[in-house]
């Protein structure tokens, strides 16, 4: 396997522009001839399939919601990047593209997040003419508002549902161009497997979930814009049908997963509660502008939060980092929460939690005006644990949100695997080892409005593609391959629930591939994890029969998958000794606790290539060159 | 806390259902109603038995997935809220609980308690978007807007897509819905141009699928997870009899050159 990151020469502020003249057209004629998948339907998916669409492709759109609009990026609650510089502050397309490579910690492409931040400013102008109702001042004009990790305001946003509102833009779009018959759109479906024929990505396998039947679809490229793996977890903020069955299959068929140990964990989630939990709820950094984090100096303090007076408390974001304080960078924040209650200083009844606390804000500005610029977040708080943050400080804590991780894309977002194409959340490139808040909405939006319409052309203009039906041999060996799975899958009639084996693979990777990472535990995770599948694969119980809506049949070839990535995920995490972003190796910190990077032997993307399950995968490297942002010890302080 | 449920099982979309009574004991008030759900499905996967199918997915009030009537009320007691972001804590311990699916001709049942809600997209499709293809969107400051406007557009657009106001309508009328978009995309300046075209054909949409007409019960605002109000269909009407009295023939020649 090659690793081509095809990043174009020259300066990088001219790489895509050079690029884009560079790349191959498909003449308008011709792209009718062309049809191209699209497998997901979030900001990336929903996107890239209306532009695809409106340039003239044929396009086949699917997911596995019984709407496009129900996918997950609708619950993004904070808000979307771009530098306008709308508020005089002293922002830049080059201070966008800085800030998001030292928020990666060093780890993400240059030439990925140059242009990254030079679309974020075409994002914000589609999404307005979209009828986007983002927040605006009395003047009329946009408002803006800050985020982890900069010290400019240059984030957009619609209340605490931007992700919604950017979401239904692209549905409706999309919507737009299912009615003009450019795009057939396959609700219920949920992609199985890739096909390749003559080692080209020219078809996927899919179930409909809602009569269990087993189908083939032919094209001339494949875009995969499924998401992340963060319920790997089991517990994450993620929606509950959010899985890597789609990423790994293709993984599994040869594209290379890179970085799959770069893990966010938020620091701003409401704590676990009871054994039943099945999700967490992420409260938005956006609450951060103005919530004061502490917890008491004294470990143990069980008073009441109201009683603990100004001089017992400890304002740590800010007494550590001065200048971000309670902005600072996400994995930066959710370290220091752990930090604080692993010291027996966490709140809450559990000892896992920090307040999040309102009071200075509100005596500063006053009720209304917190209840104006947070009030469907607070209501949402006081819904799920009966405490009116007004009175009572929040109680919150990190919980897994996104991954950094995903297959590897070269500057075109194609796999390794010809044809492929991956966008959004589901590929590693822009957000290194760690995301700042409010960027993976300009991600996805910029992979899927205004990167793929272009590469896409460039790959179709180049590639000799003979017509391929769905009756090739390929096909319809994926095919049985699959409906063998799911008969196995409901043949094994064992013991234990798919959820019993999903949340003990949680559990596992919790504490050993979570927060913070370390050899050992790194090396318990990894002989536990194949136990577990072992298991499964003897004693799980999947009722029900193939030929209907099986809920639990669907969970069970999402967890079967999880429980294979799960050991490329602790394979990753061990092999990278060193500390970066949201990969924290205990054995790797600076004499004050901070992540320790060795840019003399990481400096460099992991892509891993599929070897067999529990068989080792093999390491490919792509050196990652910081041109333009000099590698620096990352400080917020 | 203990329940006793009485839930709606259905095989499939022609199969007869029936009510079936599943008891759930030991339930945390700080449980949600879907959590209660799975703790009742984890117990029957465990005896072999088929799990009550329910639709979910972001459990925090924003996808739109879920859809249950709670003793008659669609998203059960909690005003302003969707079926998954009640909790166990709102209901009488030792109460029985009755749940079914969303009840409507366009809303056909699936299995269980999930039904089909593609019809609501087939509006959108008539119209509710503003055609913007990519590309073409001048400087998003250029037009500035009301902040009232915006605000207002914003209530509207808050709609989540999940069906309570039609299962809520009495006549299943999909109109909260569909004024919701009208509202949304009608009060923006990027959305005069489709207007009226807009609102004719989201309402010509709305009666082929077998949705019911408004007769203003005003059932569906009260249900609204998003308490999106009515007054978006007198707007929804306003323009759609503005949109018939001025209605032109639309004409296309061909282009020159």
């Given at each position: 396997m090659e690793l081509r990151s095809r990043i174009p020469s020259g300066p990088i502020e001219q790489k895509w522009d050079t690029h884009r003249f560079e790349m191959k057209l498909v003449n308008p004629a011709n792209k009718r001839k062309y049809t191209v998948i699209v497998v997901g339907t979030g900001l990336a998916g929903g996107s890239a399939a209306a532009t695809l669409s409106e340039l003239g492709y044929n396009v086949l759109c699917f997911s596995f919601h019984d709407s496009p609009r129900r996918a997950h990026s609708i619950a993004a609650q904070g808000g979307i990047n771009a530098a306008k510089n709308y508020q005089n502050d002293g922002d830049s397309i080059y201070r966008l593209f800085y800030d998001t490579v030292k928020g990666g910690d060093f780890r993400a492409r240059e030439a990925n997040v140059y242009r990254l931040a030079q679309i974020s400013v075409n994002i914000i102008d589609q999404c307005v003419a979209q009828g986007v109702p983002f927040a605006r001042e009395y003047g009329g004009l946009l408002a803006n508002r800050s985020f982890g990790g900069a010290q400019v305001s240059r984030t957009f946003y619609a209340r605490g549902q931007t992700g919604q509102q950017l979401l239904l833009g692209a549905y409706q779009a999309l919507e737009k161009e299912i009615a003009r018959g450019g795009v057939r759109m396959f609700n219920n479906t949920e992609m199985l497997d890739l096909v390749l024929v003559d080692g080209k990505a020219r078809g996927i396998v899919t179930r409909d979930l809602t009569t269990g039947a087993i189908e083939t679809h032919a094209a001339d490229a494949v875009v995969l814009a499924t998401g992340g793996y963060g319920n790997v977890f089991y517990l994450s903020t993620n929606a509950k049908n959010c899985n890597a069955t789609a990423i790994w299959r293709a993984h599994k068929r040869g594209a290379a997963f890179a970085n799959p140990c770069f893990t966010q964990i938020h620091p701003t989630c409401i704590p676990v509660s009871g054994d039943y939990q099945s999700k967490l709820t992420l409260m938005s950094e956006s609450l951060r502008n103005d919530g004061r984090v502490w917890v008491p100096k004294a470990a143990g303090d069980k008073r009441a939060p109201g009683d603990i007076p100004e001089a017992e408390r400890d304002y740590y974001l800010e007494r550590k980092y001065p200048s971000y304080g309670n902005l600072s960078p996400r994995d930066i924040a959710s370290r220091a929460a752990k930090e604080v209650c692993d010291e027996g200083r966490g709140v809450g009844e559990t000892g896992r939690g920090v307040y999040l606390d309102f009071a200075d804000a509100i005596k500063r500005l006053g009720e209304q005006r917190i209840r104006d610029r947070y009030g469907n977040l607070f209501e949402m708080y006081e819904r799920i644990t009966d405490e009116n943050p007004y009175q009572v400080p929040m109680r919150i804590y990190p919980a897994v949100h996104y991954t950094m991780g995903g297959l590897w894309v070269d500057y075109n977002l194609m796999s390794t695997l010809p044809g492929l194409h991956v966008l959004g959340?589901?590929?590693?490139?822009?957000?290194?080892a760690n995301r700042l808040g409010a960027s993976a909405l300009m991600q996805g939006l910029a992979d899927g409005y205004f990167i793929i319409p272009y590469t896409i052309g460039d790959y179709l203009a180049n590639t000799k593609l003979d017509k391929v039906t769905v009756d090739r041999p390929e096909f319809q060996a994926a095919k049985s391959a699959v409906a063998g799975t799911a008969n196995r899958l409901l043949g094994i009639k064992g013991k234990r629930t798919v959820d019993a084996f999903h949340r003990e693979l949680g559990t596992i990777l919790w504490e050993d591939c979570g927060m913070a990472r370390n050899a050992a535990g790194l090396k318990r995770a990894l002989e536990r994890i194949p136990a577990v599948r072992e298991e499964f694969w003897r004693n799980v119980n999947v009722p029900g029969s193939d030929a209907e809506l099986n809920q639990a049949l669907e969970k069970a070839g999402r967890v079967a998958d999880f429980l294979e990535f799960a050991e490329l995920m602790c394979t990753d995490a061990l092999h990278r000794e060193e500390s970066c972003g949201g990969h924290f190796r205990e054995e790797y910190q600076t004499p004050d606790g901070e992540a320790q990077r060795d840019d003399a032997r990481f400096t460099y993307a992991a892509a891993w290539e599929f070897a067999g399950v529990g068989k080792a995968p093999i390491l490919h490297k792509e050196p990652l060159a910081f041109e333009n942002v000099p590698l620096t010890q990352r400080s917020y302080k | 806390m203990k329940f006793t449920l009485q839930v709606w099982r259905q095989k499939g979309p022609n199969a007869a259902g029936k009510l079936e009574r599943y008891d759930a004991p030991d339930v945390s008030p700080d449980m949600s109603f879907l959590e209660m759900l799975d703790v009742v499905n984890e117990r029957l996967n465990e005896r072999g038995e088929e799990p009550i199918a329910f639709a979910h997915d972001c459990r925090e009030g924003i996808c739109g997935s879920c859809s249950l009537m709670i003793d008659g009320v669609a998203h059960g007691p909690?005003?302003?809220?969707a079926t998954c972001q009640v909790h166990m804590r709102s209901f009488t311990d030792g109460a029985t609980i009755r749940i079914e699916p969303w009840r409507a001709r366009a809303f056909p049942v699936i299995k269980d308690l999930v039904v089909d809600r593609e019809a609501l997209d087939r509006i959108v499709q008539a119209g509710g978007y503003i055609s913007v293809p990519t590309g073409s969107a001048p400087d998003a400051n250029a037009i500035p807007i009301p902040k009232q406007n915006v605000d207002d557009a914003m209530d509207a657009a808050s709609c989540i897509g999940c069906g309570a106001c039609v299962a809520a309508c009495p006549n299943a009328s999909a109109s909260l819905f569909t004024a919701a978009k009208v509202s949304h995309l009608g009060l923006l300046p990027q959305g005069q141009p489709e207007r009226y075209r807009r609102v004719t054909r989201m309402v010509e949409q709305m009666d082929l699928e077998g949705f019911g007409g408004c007769t203003l019960y005003g059932e569906c605002q009260e249900a609204c997870p998003k308490l999106i109000s009515i007054d978006t269909i007198a707007r929804m009407n306003r323009d759609y009899f503005r949109g018939a009295a001025f209605a032109r023939t639309e004409s296309t020649a061909g282009g020159s050159g």
């Open positions: 959340e589901a590929n590693f490139s822009d957000h290194g | 909690v005003r302003g809220a």
